[in-house]
């Protein structure tokens, strides 16, 4: 069982990342948005979230063994599945996460 001040620190890093992608997401698809902001959030925002994928799927690599080297579980391990699953079809992210 991690510490409160542990869970805490996860829970405003997680809270952080997740306002991030709000105001992205809120910026690009809102139609009160005019063109121009979207063109400015889209030209600085997605290179940002290209390389933020980029980084975390650099650090999934497969070892020798046929081990995720930072999962440490059999390769392609959850964190590749999912981004690939995610990346080739978005709604299913509302689906996995659905308190239905």
């Keep these: 069982m991690i510490s409160a001040a542990l869970a805490r620190a996860h829970h405003l890093l ?3 990342m997740l306002g991030y992608l709000d105001t ?3 910026l690009t698809n809102d139609q009160d948005t005019d063109e121009n902001t979207v063109l400015a959030v889209a030209r600085t925002e997605v290179p940002r979230l290209i390389a933020a ?5 650099s650090a999934h690599k497969v070892d020798g063994s046929g081990l995720c080297l930072s999962c440490r579980s059999t390769w392609p391990c959850p964190v590749i ?3 690939h699953t995610y990346l080739k079809d ?3 992210i509302l689906d996995d996460h659905c308190p239905c």
Excluded at 53 to 57: A, I, K, N, Q, S
Aim: glycine share 6%.
């Design 53 to 57: 994928l980029r980084g975390t799927l």
């Design 90 to 92: 978005p709604d299913r």
């Design 81 to 83: 599945d999912r981004a």
């Design 14 to 16: 997680n809270q952080d």
């Design 24 to 26: 992205v997401e809120l």
